[in-house]
């Protein structure tokens, strides 16, 4: 059976503005062999063309096609949800982007949503403007609900934050569209055309990438050159069904049988 990969960006292939060693190598080998493969990220301010251009740096050429966002999956999901509406955004770049593409309205009053994405401009007089809006009747999206990093020097509030703030001035509760969200693990494997037997995804966080995809069925591959440690696996109820320390440790072939061989005996 053919599979193809959902791969996590920071942790996995990139830390900062540094490439993890083994990624380029690991990309190439994929478009070489013609195996098909997605970058799913959380980060909903990088447009697909910041992505790609993120990347050429580090030796990593992709097309704008292998990139699936937050912002992206945000934005379907409310084109679907309804159709042509309007929207008040706490976010930036891909995000406003990925809204209009979808026929979506940005406006400064009655919105049908209030959304909130990553961004340097949050202000408190924006956050005041979107609580009295959905007081108002507004209903609240997250791109997702990742946490700050909690480094000192860290320029971005994580959305959680941002989100939870909200949360507690209007007494509702946001809908998270991002990892470990169904819609967006779905969502991305149909861009990339698989079905769930054939989805393999690699990530770094056991909270986001290996939840989101144990709870779809997908088979997963956690790499400890990120956020999740080998100490804290432990600590959670499910398992990934491979762990590397990072790409430079991850041999393509050996991880296609043995993810094969269990998923033809799987009963999930």
Known sequence: MDKGFLIDMDGVIYSGNDMIPGADVFIKTLQDRGIPFLFMTNNSQRSPIDVVN????????????????????????????????????????GLLSSLHQNGYSLVTQDPDYVVIGEGRNFTLEMANKAVDMILGGAKLIATNLDPSPMKIGWSNLGIKAIVKMIEEATGRKAFSVGKPSPVMMRAARKKLGLTTDQTIVIGDTMDTDILGSIQMGYKTILTLSGVSKAKHINHYAYAPDMIIDSLKDFNIDEALEKLSVKSNTSEF
């Open 54 to 93: 993120k990347l050429i740096p580090m030796g990593i050429k992709i097309n704008e096609d292998n990139v699936y966002t937050s912002a992206m999956a945000t934005a379907w999901f409310l084109g679907f949800t309804k159709p042509n509406g309007t929207a008040y955004v706490l976010g930036e770049g």
